[in-house]
């Protein structure tokens, strides 16, 4: 039965009350002894071959006939008035066909424009060019010559607190009454932590190629949300969205930098509507690094108050967030939610400076929330003399505390015990006796909360033909995190036939089967449920027309390993033996992601353990080990969720040692926007890394038990970097990355 | 995605056709080997060159070997000979220390040690373990073969005493009793230039510290030679006091610049600590080679 039910649906901790179609597909989750055939068992992923040997499509490979080249002239100081272009001179040069600046009349609406006559940051867009090749356009860039006026600019966060320089209004959130708890608490801690400024650097950069057809407007988007990216440029160009078509066959990483059509696409697309050829924008690296987006940096201060047996009994966290998203604050969530507490209050100020704003970057502000929180909880641990562990457990939340809901599933405990075990942690003290190499060592741990739930809509077909392969088709597309690799393995669970047996495409708006954007960690438990429905009520069509076919009754028939087989053991049929019988017509059927559970949260948690050596004579920081236990209900592949995890983890390792925007306060430019400056880890710099998932699917949340993954592996491991070198070496550095300057100054 | 300018090449068949190329071309013809360096600058257009000469078929330039009372390295032995080579790693470990840290197998299944010390980065790794060891090298132009100290060798920043129409064609290391040696780097990710690099070489014998060599990475505007440390060490009995001083002196004597690998009283600060641990491995190594 299909209908309209009003569900709480989630995205990055923002909650929604909206009406969404639902088709009852009759499913129950599946169990935690469910015997199953393909989901939980480790799979390679789908399009592995294609990506290593360069034969997978992505947004930057798009090479269309007669297609033009564009490059972005971007603002060389951090605030000033552009007073001169010379277009003329651009326009001049052979091959370029349009230019484009503030003054342009264009084909779509924006808020603020997309080229700025007053830029507010180094980096801004101040024109583009389209031309018949890309060192035209960069030649006619060139030619612009714009005459800057420089104007006053602000880039550090001490001077724009200072000056009150708020970007929207000072975010309070409170319950009980945190002054006094802590004016009574018998053990207090303050700490006072700054995080870096963090680019999400995806190797490939923001890429879009757009094709103004006639009928149709065609854009092949580096994005993270195909479904956005259609409805943006609809809205903006006052197309209908029937009428935009978006591809995304593969992205290179998006990290949640990659939202919506984004300047790319929507340029891209002007930049077609006017010359009538097909358009190629695809920012350069050093454009990727200016304003591909970041992790705002952030300076906050945790204050804790506890029992002398360490019971939290007030928790305070203050953030100032350089120049965060618009709207968006989340960084003392973590603080409101992850341990038990009554008297608790968060303050958030967005401040605004003259830099790139911030965009979402992997569980953003939550990640610099729990750097700081669990710092903090650490120092209370030492406090009261308490193991870490121990003093997180007394404190364990079974509950949403803030919308005093409980959970779908919550198996922190469970992480923090099987971490523990991983990591040797009970004998963590060993590692700092004097060690034979000279090195300082240590353990520290840290916890995570994000949401990840995923929610409706979320929509997936699937048509069996003739040949008894199965084809999915899914609104998603895959930014690298297996996401088609595990809608197979639902597809093939549920209908019992081979991997090899089912094909899955996305990637496409065409199709019109709609899936959500990849934040959030939402894809795995809304688009997974999807596919399963779609497959079952294949599976069932397909059973009754054996029952046609063998005259049995289809409630006696099962499908296993791509046979149709009788519960008796009587029949025992190949699936072509029906599907042969439809000669070029197919049993189709679609699917959707069910409402979420009325009265619960739905959140993932996890533990991670580090382990560090500290050369106390250059200031180095090795980490020797991570490892990780996250609660993320079911795993559907175990290999892919390895990856992810692994994944976060290094780019949570980076955060806490070598990764770091660097403004200079002179000039109010990026210094290292280029990848030979901003040190991303490479593979020589990687730990072990031992990961583990809680062995309990959430049935409540969905069909499938899954929760999203995305995320929570990036969410706790610098701060589990940063509580290992505090045990290493005695001291806590005031900011992270633990740079070797840093790290020297801090054990000095 | 950027891409070098345009430029003419050819493959030498011979060291003289690459000189003589060399002459024929003019300062704007530039040698090519490995091209891990040339290439990004090309790319990056700081380097314009308008002819490239490639010597990656001079087989005859890639060798170590043992020659009279020397070890003799071709200048197109790429980086991973270099790592793998026992007859070094017998002699100078220094090499096996630095080559470990030099990049990536990518890197150093293709870069040459000669291109390596032609182009004379202050922040190249072999430049140093050269200075330290004492290294010679061999210099081939159109007037014939010179041999030259690597104490003459930098003459400036990125500037080598190999000459426009020449070509450097062979680094010669002397053999004596007694020898350890060691490299020590700090990068700020594995692979990466240095933030700091020392080399050190000792020659010990009868208990006293009869040479010593030593050079630094990234501390200055040209790989730095570290005479005043070796004038305090010459003659003296090998202790932690002795290297800790040398250190000092070595973190005094550099002259690092501040910048994204760290400020200035950090890096001399690093300049002593790995001055300090290379001489202590050095003479370490040195002692177990006597015994």
Not at chain 1, 82 to 85: D, Y
Not at chain 1, 552 to 555: K, Y
């Given at each position: 039965m299909t209908r309209l039910v009003k569900t709480v649906t989630e995205m990055e901790g923002r909650f929604e009350e909206k009406w969404v179609l639902v088709e009852d597909d009759g499913l129950v989750s599946w169990e935690a002894e469910a015997a199953l055939r393909h989901v939980g068992h480790p799979t390679p992923r789908l399009t592995g071959p294609q990506r290593v040997s360069g034969a997978a499509r992505y947004t930057v490979d798009v090479a269309l006939p007669g297609m033009l080249h564009a490059a972005v002239l971007r603002s060389p100081v951090a605030h000033g008035r552009?007073?001169?272009?010379q277009v003329a001179a651009a326009e001049a040069i052979a091959g370029v066909r349009a230019v484009l600046t503030p003054a342009s009349e264009l084909g779509f609406q924006q808020r603020s424009g997309p080229l700025h006559d007053e830029p507010l940051y180094a980096g801004a867009p101040l024109a583009v060019v389209a031309a018949d090749t890309l060192a035209a356009a960069r030649e006619a860039c060139r030619a612009l010559a714009p005459s800057i006026e420089p104007l006053p600019f602000t880039v550090d966060i001490e001077t724009a607190w200072q000056e009150q320089r708020f970007d929207g209004d000072l975010h309070e959130e409170a319950r009980g009454d945190v002054e006094a708890a802590l004016a009574a608490a018998a053990v207090r801690v303050e700490l006072v932590v700054s995080t870096p400024g963090q680019l999400q650097t995806p190797i490939e950069p923001h890429a879009a190629v757009a094709w103004w057809k006639p009928d149709e407007l065609v854009c092949f988007i580096a994005t993270q949300g195909m479904f956005d990216a259609r409805a943006e440029l609809a809205k903006r160009f006052d197309l209908p969205p029937e009428r935009v078509r978006v591809i995304t066959e593969y992205v290179g990483g998006g990290f949640g930098g990659k939202q919506n059509a984004g300047f790319e696409a929507l340029i891209a697309a002007e930049l077609s509507r006017r010359t009538g050829r097909p358009v190629r924008l695809v920012l350069d690296r050093h454009g990727e690094q200016l304003d591909g987006g970041c992790r705002p940096a952030t300076r906050q201060t945790v204050r804790l108050g506890a029992t002398a047996d360490g019971m939290l009994t007030a928790i305070d966290a203050e953030a100032l967030v350089e120049f965060g998203m618009s709207g968006w604050r989340a960084v003392t969530t973590p603080a409101l939610t992850l341990y038990r507490c009554a008297d608790v209050r968060g303050i958030e100020a967005n401040l605004r400076l003259e830099l790139r704003r911030g965009n979402a970057f992997r569980a953003p502000a939550v990640m610099e929330g729990i750097t700081a929180l669990e710092q903090a909880i650490d120092e209370l641990a030492i406090e009261t003399g308490l193991d870490p562990l121990e003093l997180r457990r007394r404190n364990f939340a079974d509950r949403d505390q803030s919308a005093d809901l409980p959970y779908t599933s919550n198996s922190l405990l469970w992480c923090y015990d099987r971490a523990a075990e991983l990591a040797g942690w009970p004998d963590r003290d060993r590692w700092r006796e004097p060690q034979a190499d000279g090195l300082l060592r240590g353990m520290g741990c840290a916890a995570q909360i994000w949401w990840g739930g995923g929610g409706p809509p979320s929509h997936a077909s699937c048509r069996l033909g003739g040949d008894g392969v199965a084809q999915v088709v899914v609104g998603v597309q895959d930014i690298g995190t297996g996401t088609l690799t595990a809608a197979r393995m639902v597809a093939a669970e549920e209908l019992g036939?081979?991997?090899?047996?089912v094909t899955v495409r996305g990637g496409d708006t065409a199709p019109a089967i709609y899936g959500p954007v990849a934040g959030g960690s939402q894809t795995t438990p809304s688009v997974m449920p999807a596919v399963r429905g779609a497959a079952a009520a294949v599976r069932r069509k397909l059973l009754a027309l054996a029952g046609d076919v063998f005259e049995?009754?289809?409630?006696d028939l099962v499908v296993d390993d791509g046979r149709i087989r009788s519960r008796d053991g009587g029949l025992d049929e190949p699936y072509t033996a029906v599907t042969a019988k439809l000669g070029q017509a197919s049993i189709d059927g679609s699917g959707n992601r069910g409402p979420n559970p009325d009265g619960y949260r739905a959140n993932t948690f996890g533990c991670q353990i580090a382990r560090v050596a500290v050369d106390p004579g250059t200031g180095s920081v090795r980490v020797e080990g991570i490892w990780a236990a996250h609660d993320i209900g079911r795993v559907i592949n175990p290999l892919g969720a390895s990856s992810q995890v692994e994944g976060g983890i290094l780019q949570g390792m980076a955060y806490a040692l070598s990764e770091q925007r660097v403004?200079?306060?002179?000039?109010?430019?990026?210094?290292?926007?280029?990848m030979d400056d901003y040190k991303v880890p490479t593979m020589m710099d990687t730990p072990p890394i031992v990961v583990a998932f809680a062995p309990l699917p959430d049935t409540l949340l969905n069909t499938v038990g899954a929760k999203g993954l995305g995320e929570p592996p990036i969410i706790p491991t610098a701060a589990a970097i940063a509580n290992a070198f505090r045990h290493a070496t005695g001291r806590r550095a005031a900011?992270?990355?633990?740079t070797r300057a840093r790290v020297l100054e801090a054990i000095a | 995605m950027q891409t070098p300018a345009p430029f003419g090449y050819e493959r030498a068949t011979s060291v003289d056709g690459a000189i003589a190329s060399l002459q024929r071309l003019g300062p704007e013809a530039r040698i090519i080997a490995g091209g891990h360096s040339l290439l990004p600058m090309m790319k990056l257009r700081l380097a314009n060159p308008e002819h490239l000469i490639d010597i990656n078929d001079l087989v005859e330039l890639s060798y170590i070997r043992e020659q009279d009372g020397e070890i003799r390295i071709g200048a197109l032995t790429r980086h991973v000979a270099l790592l793998k080579s026992e007859l070094l790693a017998r002699h100078f470990p220094v090499f096996a220390d630095a080559e470990t840290v030099i990049a990536d197998p990518v890197v150093r299944n293709r870069g040459t040690i000669g291109g390596s010390l032609c182009q004379a980065d202050a922040a190249e790794d072999l430049s140093a373990v050269c200075t330290a060891v004492k290294a010679k090298v061999v210099i081939r132009g159109a007037a014939g073969e010179r041999v030259v100290g690597m104490e003459d060798f930098h003459v400036g920043p990125y500037q080598t005493a190999v000459g426009a129409g020449d070509v450097l064609t062979e680094v010669r290391l002397p053999l004596r009793p007694g020898s350890g040696s060691a490299h020590e780097k700090v990068e700020r990710r594995a692979g990466d230039w240095a933030i700091a690099a020392a080399s050190a070489a000792v020659w010990i014998a009868a208990g006293r510290i009869t040479d010593v060599g030593i050079g630094l990475s990234a501390v200055g505007l040209t790989t730095i030679h570290l005479t005043r440390a070796e004038d305090l060490l010459r003659g003296q009995a090998p202790s932690e006091d002795l290297f800790a001083e040398a250190g000092a002196i070595a973190a005094a004597d550099c002259s690092p610049g501040a910048d994204g690998r760290g400020p200035i009283d950090y890096k001399r600060h690093l300049v002593g600590v790995l001055t300090h641990r290379a001489l202590r491995r050095a003479a370490a190594r040195a002692a177990s080679q006597e015994a």
């Open positions: 552009v007073t001169a272009l036939l081979p991997l090899d047996r049995a009754e289809p409630d403004i200079d306060r002179t000039t109010g430019v990026p210094v290292n926007a280029t900011a992270l990355p633990l | -």
